[in-house]
């Protein structure tokens, strides 16, 4: 029976990030909107990013299902520790970005630590970083144990995605999962595009995501975000 039901869930998840992978559309540097730091474009059309932070969402995407190819560079030339003191060098990914107070935060760490983690940062009411700065964040746990992926070496080419069916969220890197769990209902209240977040660290990346409703320009408001 137990070796039926892991069969079952192989293919219930093979068949979901198939299903995710044929949905994803290239999201190019001028479809970000980039709220902190910088990111520009390399000759071959690949993104760059050197800043110590850099923050972006994809306005045009569902916030649901995307991923995020990068190459690790090395530390960047300036650090900036995160409000809990803490110099930590990572990448990862935005979904349900409703604004800077309110998302989901999916983060591959690389050092001092190597791990995926998911964590809420939900500020009812708030939606600048001057009114919320690093408040309400809410570290999510796994339902299911995975295999949690190397620490990226320099120069090395990793993938990570995101896929959110409802309120079950399933991670993957380089094709293997590392992190499934149901999220809080909490997170009904909140929604918004995908996007991107780096801290102490430089990257080449390209970005995927599944395309969503067209947002305003006004929608992009660059700000200072932890």
Same mark, same amino acid.
């Given at each position: 029976m137990r070796l039926r039901l892991h069969i079952l869930t192989v293919i219930a998840f093979t068949t979901t990030y198939a299903t995710a992978q044929s949905r994803?559309?290239?999201?190019?540097?001028?479809?970000?909107?980039?709220t902190n730091g910088v990111i520009t474009e390399t000759l071959n059309g690949r993104m760059l990013v050197e800043s110590a932070s850099s923050r972006a969402i994809a306005p045009n995407t569902d916030g649901r299902s995307v991923a995020l190819r990068f190459r690790y560079?090395?530390?960047?030339?300036?650090?900036?520790? =995160?409000? *809990?003191? @803490?110099?930590?060098?990572?990448?990862?990914?935005?979904? !349900?970005s409703l604004?800077?107070?309110? =998302?989901l935060y999916v983060m591959w760490h690389i050092e001092p630590d190597s791990k995926v983690a998911v964590s809420i940062k939900l500020n009812p009411g708030q939606s600048t970083h001057e009114a919320c700065d690093a408040h309400g964040y809410v570290t999510? !746990?796994? *339902?299911?144990?995975?295999?949690?992926?190397?620490?990226?070496?320099?120069g090395e080419w990793? @993938?990570?995605?995101?896929? =959110?069916? @409802?309120?079950?969220?399933? =991670?993957? /890197?380089?094709g293997v999962i590392a992190w499934r769990? /149901?999220?809080? !209902?909490?997170?009904?209240?909140?929604?918004?595009?995908?996007?991107?977040?780096?801290d102490n660290a430089r990257f080449e990346l390209t970005m995927s995501a599944t395309p969503g409703s067209t947002r305003p320009a006004t929608y992009c408001r660059a700000e200072q975000g932890d």
């Amino acid at each position: 029976m137990r070796l039926r039901l892991h069969i079952l869930t192989v293919i219930a998840f093979t068949t979901t990030y198939a299903t995710a992978q044929s949905r994803l559309v290239p999201i190019a540097r001028r479809d970000l909107c980039v709220t902190n730091g910088v990111i520009t474009e390399t000759l071959n059309g690949r993104m760059l990013v050197e800043s110590a932070s850099s923050r972006a969402i994809a306005p045009n995407t569902d916030g649901r299902s995307v991923a995020l190819r990068f190459r690790y560079l090395g530390p960047s030339a300036n650090a900036k520790p =995160l409000a *809990s003191g @803490e110099l930590r060098r990572q990448i990862g990914l935005k979904l !349900r970005s409703l604004n800077q107070c309110n =998302l989901l935060y999916v983060m591959w760490h690389i050092e001092p630590d190597s791990k995926v983690a998911v964590s809420i940062k939900l500020n009812p009411g708030q939606s600048t970083h001057e009114a919320c700065d690093a408040h309400g964040y809410v570290t999510i !746990r796994p *339902s299911i144990a995975a295999t949690q992926p190397p620490k990226p070496a320099v120069g090395e080419w990793h @993938e990570l995605q995101a896929n =959110l069916r @409802e309120s079950e969220l399933t =991670l993957t /890197t380089d094709g293997v999962i590392a992190w499934r769990g /149901t999220l809080p !209902r909490t997170l009904d209240a909140i929604d918004g595009p995908s996007g991107l977040r780096t801290d102490n660290a430089r990257f080449e990346l390209t970005m995927s995501a599944t395309p969503g409703s067209t947002r305003p320009a006004t929608y992009c408001r660059a700000e200072q975000g932890d």
